[in-house]
Structures are given as structure tokens and as C-alpha cells.
């Protein structure tokens, strides 16, 4: 048995399957993790989410920022974007089946080694604290009320926690952090600054640089500039698939590295 983070796919299904291949994927034996967004700008982003919803659990997923918005779109709380590549899956005779599937998936998968999640783990709470906010959170996109969550997720603030946050901010908090995150400000969520950690401006940190009680690596994507990052705390796994860079495998028992060139070149706006 082996296990496998995989950076993000964003509808890059032929690069998957390459990289299934490369790794001599068994779903008898093996597991893989998959860090979020696995749609949108890419080509096939229907045909990703009917692959891996047919090998769970032998695949396991996490939500990412495209993947909540296509869950938005489909349930009519956010429009369309110009760039966005998700029509085949709202047009799809199984689109209900696909997405009341992928609206339960997890926000953070806790292993015995690591934590898988998209963007980050907010460094400026336990993690037993965040923890407990990505359960409420799954918990509230996994019930009958989903589309209101959905709608309430919206939004920039707050960008702090505190014990007296109402359950629409935490839950807002939550799935910012936890799908949207790369800098802080001050402590704060920061959502402007989308670039190379070198062009970072001077009042802002990457959260991962900030001391947190992790005791666990922490796997996560969702940074495409920020690209390869791997040593004992960290493994950044997003190296641009959609946009002529590389699919990524991470072997959680050992690891190696593997990777798969991009198919083609698609130029999109970091989100």
C-alpha cells in the first residue's frame, strides 16, 4: 500500500490519468489525496469528477475555492465568471449525483502524519480550533440548508477569529482560510496579493511562516506562484497544471516526487 497527495487538477483530466499511471496507482492497495479544485479553467472538469467520485474511497478529496463556486453556481448563489470552464458539468445529465457528492467532501483530511487540506491551516488558531471549524463547516455544506451556506460564504470578512464570532462569520472565516488563504497581515486574512512570495510587500507574511501548534505537515495547493514547497512541515503541491506547468504526486511514505507536464497552455487569472 502506498499513499499520494496530488496537487491541483482543475479539469486537467488526461494529466491525472498520466500521472495515475506514473505513480502505478492501484485503488485495491493505494490511496490518493487530492488537495481541492479539482475544476474549472481546465478542459475536462466533468470528466475529473466522474473519475474520482467512481474510485472512492480509494481517492480521497478535499474542497478548494473552484470547487465551492461551481457547488455556488450550480445552485444559482453566484453567476458564471468569463473564464470559468464548468458548463459540462452544469449541463451534465448526472449533475445533481456529481455535485450533492462533492458538496460532502471535507475541508481538512487528518491523517497520522499530516493534514491534507487546499489552501492552508490558519496559523493563528490551535489547530484543535480548526478542526473543530472544519467540521462545523462540512457539516453545515453537508446538510438540507446548503445553498444558504453557500450564499452566506461570500465575502472578504472577518479576517480574524475570536470566541464571539456568529456562525455565519466563523463558517465565512473558515472556508476563507481553508480554501483561500496565502497571506497575513498583521495576522489577519489578506486577499489582494496573489503573486511570487518574493514580490511579497513588507507588511505582509506567507501564513505558513507564521509559528503555529501543528504538530503534523501540512498539505496543501491552491498557491500556483508559490509552487514545489516540500520539507517537514509543509508540502505546496500546486505547480500550475493548468497553465503549462506540472501535475504533482507527493508519496506520503517515502517522499518521492512525481510529475506530469501540462497538455496545454491556458492563461486564467489566480483566484
Known amino acids: 500500500m502506498a499513499r499520494y497527495a496530488i496537487g ?5 483530466y488526461s494529466e491525472l490519468r498520466s500521472l495515475l499511471s506514473l505513480i502505478q496507482f492501484n485503488p ?3 490511496k490518493v489525496y487530492l488537495v ?6 481546465g478542459p475536462q472538469s466533468l470528466e ?5 467520485k467512481s474510485f472512492s ?4 478529496v478535499v474542497l478548494g475555492n473552484h470547487d465551492l463556486h461551481l457547488l455556488a453556481c450550480w445552485v444559482g448563489v453566484s453567476p458564471i465568471k468569463e473564464l470559468d470552464t464548468i458548463d459540462s458539468i452544469l449541463n451534465a445529465a448526472d449533475v445533481n449525483e456529481l455535485l450533492h457528492w462533492l458538496r460532502k467532501q471535507p475541508l481538512v483530511i487528518e491523517l497520522m502524519d499530516c493534514y491534507i487540506c487546499h489552501a492552508g491551516i490558519n496559523p493563528t488558531i490551535s489547530i484543535d480550533e480548526s478542526l473543530r471549524i472544519a467540521e462545523n463547516c462540512n457539516a453545515k455544506l453537508s446538510s438540507d440548508e446548503f445553498q444558504q451556506w453557500l450564499q452566506i460564504m461570500y465575502g472578504n470578512v472577518p479576517t480574524t477569529w475570536n470566541a464571539g464570532l456568529t456562525a455565519e462569520s466563523e463558517f465565512r472565516f473558515g472556508i476563507n482560510s481553508f480554501t483561500r488563504m496565502r497571506m ?3 495576522l489577519a486574512l489578506e486577499f489582494k496579493f496573489k503573486g511570487d512570495v518574493a514580490d511579497t510587500p513588507g507588511q505582509l507574511i506567507p501564513w505558513y511562516m507564521v509559528e503555529s501548534d501543528a504538530s503534523k505537515r501540512i498539505v496543501f495547493g491552491h ?7 516540500v520539507n517537514q512541515q509543509f508540502a505546496s503541491l500546486d505547480t500550475g497544471c493548468i497553465w503549462g506547468g506540472q501535475l504533482t504526486a507527493l508519496c506520503l511514505d ?15 487569472v489566480l483566484e
Open 28 to 30: 485495491d492497495s493505494d
Open 254 to 268: 517515502d517522499g518521492h516526487l512525481y510529475q506530469v507536464p501540462s497538455e496545454h497552455d491556458c492563461q486564467f
Open 57 to 60: 474511497p480509494a481517492i480521497e
Open 223 to 229: 498557491w500556483s506562484t508559490l509552487g514545489l514547497m
Open 48 to 52: 475529473v469528477l466522474r473519475f474520482v
Open 8 to 12: 491541483d487538477i482543475q479539469g486537467c
Open 184 to 186: 497575513l497581515d498583521r
Open 36 to 41: 481541492g479544485d479539482l475544476v474549472n479553467r
